[in-house]
């Protein structure tokens, strides 16, 4: 018995030191937690006080610099120095009109149709696609003039000077101490046997005179040229019909229909006239 009291009362005792220390470390918290709250109410209210000078500061210092440009005016208003709103607005403006005035490249007024060997270019090309214009001049010999003559090919023609522009006319005119033989349009001429190179006009009257000798000589080609037929070996049997070997048409059958039944019938009409004729001398007789 005296055991089983004994183990009773540790248990009790136990129980009490427990219940001690939960008691403590409950104080223990709640101070801690009460010196929490005033310490973040101390922070909060240093910042409030903060918060108030600063505005306080920006209020000041704003009425000061009023208060000075107001100052500032009346004297500049005093000595002559002062300029409204719209003063203000009509030197902004002209500013920027003198601005758009002034050209960023200065170029020369643009020539929108330029005359080379008797034909007009378009100047608003550039040096290169606009030699091309001309009758026998290509990109490639354009190139070489323009190379010739010392000018950028994608240079626009229409902004180059009369110096530039003379250059081209000179280089153009002697092509033919310029291109090399191969690039030539006319080589070896039948009459002197030299190498040329037809521009504009010159081209046309070349080719007809060429085809005028072909049909002297009474060569195959003249002969295909003089009759209007294909001359460079095409067919004839299904393309390149025209004039009288156009294919048969209804209205070509329906006309030659027509043409003979008025032959028949003018031929019924003679006979009958003869057998009358024939009565008549008969009856006569």
């Given at each position: 018995?005296?055991?089983?009291?004994?183990e009773?009362?540790?248990?009790?005792?136990?129980?009490?030191?427990?219940?001690?220390?939960?008691?403590?470390?409950?104080v223990?918290?709640k101070?801690?937690?009460?010196?929490?709250?005033k310490?973040e109410?101390?922070k909060?209210?240093?910042?409030?006080?903060?918060?108030?000078?600063?505005?306080?500061?920006?209020?000041?210092?704003?009425?000061?610099e009023?208060v000075?440009?107001k100052?500032?005016?009346?004297?500049?208003?005093?000595?002559?120095?002062?300029?409204?709103?719209?003063?203000?607005?009509?030197?902004a403006?002209?500013?920027?009109k003198k601005?758009?005035?002034k050209?960023?490249?200065?170029?020369?007024?643009?020539?929108?149709?330029?005359?080379i060997?008797?034909?007009?270019?378009?100047?608003k090309?550039?040096?290169?696609?606009?030699?091309?214009?001309?009758k026998?001049?290509?990109?490639?010999?354009?190139k070489?003039?323009?190379?010739?003559?010392?000018?950028?090919?994608?240079?626009?023609?229409?902004?180059?000077?009369?110096?530039?522009?003379?250059?081209?006319?000179?280089?153009v005119?002697?092509i033919?101490?310029?291109?090399?033989?191969?690039?030539?349009?006319k080589?070896?001429?039948?009459?002197?046997?030299?190498?040329k190179?037809a521009i504009?006009?010159?081209?046309?009257?070349?080719?007809?005179?060429?085809?005028?000798?072909?049909?002297?000589?009474?060569?195959?080609?003249?002969l295909?040229h003089?009759?209007?037929?294909?001359?460079?070996?095409q067919?004839?049997?299904?393309?390149?019909?025209?004039?009288?070997?156009?294919?048969?048409?209804?209205?070509?059958?329906?006309?030659?229909?027509?043409?003979?039944?008025?032959?028949?019938?003018?031929?019924?009409?003679?006979?009958?006239e003869g057998?009358?004729?024939?009565?008549?001398?008969?009856?006569?007789?």
């Amino acid at each position: 018995m005296a055991k089983v009291e004994k183990e009773i009362k540790e248990k009790d005792t136990k129980q009490e030191k427990k219940k001690d220390t939960k008691q403590d470390e409950n104080v223990d918290t709640k101070q801690e937690k009460k010196k929490d709250t005033k310490q973040e109410k101390k922070k909060d209210t240093k910042r409030d006080e903060n918060v108030d000078t600063k505005r306080d500061e920006n209020v000041d210092t704003k009425q000061d610099e009023n208060v000075d440009t107001k100052e500032l005016k009346k004297k500049d208003k005093q000595d002559g120095k002062v300029d409204t709103k719209g003063q203000k607005k009509k030197d902004a403006t002209k500013e920027v009109k003198k601005d758009i005035s002034k050209p960023k490249d200065e170029l020369p007024d643009i020539k929108y149709i330029v005359r080379i060997a008797d034909t007009d270019l378009d100047g608003k090309r550039s040096v290169q696609y606009a030699l091309t214009g001309i009758k026998g001049v290509g990109r490639r010999i354009a190139k070489v003039i323009s190379a010739e003559s010392n000018i950028d090919p994608t240079t626009t023609l229409g902004y180059l000077y009369d110096a530039d522009i003379d250059k081209l006319k000179a280089s153009v005119d002697s092509i033919i101490s310029i291109v090399p033989y191969w690039m030539v349009n006319k080589q070896n001429d039948f009459m002197t046997g030299d190498d040329k190179h037809a521009i504009g006009t010159d081209i046309i009257l070349s080719t007809n005179e060429d085809i005028n000798v072909m049909k002297k000589m009474r060569s195959y080609k003249g002969l295909r040229h003089e009759r209007g037929l294909r001359v460079r070996g095409q067919r004839t049997r299904s393309t390149g019909r025209k004039g009288r070997t156009v294919g048969v048409t209804r209205a070509t059958l329906s006309a030659a229909k027509a043409a003979e039944k008025k032959e028949g019938e003018k031929k019924e009409g003679e006979k009958k006239e003869g057998e009358k004729k024939e009565e008549k001398k008969v009856s006569g007789k």
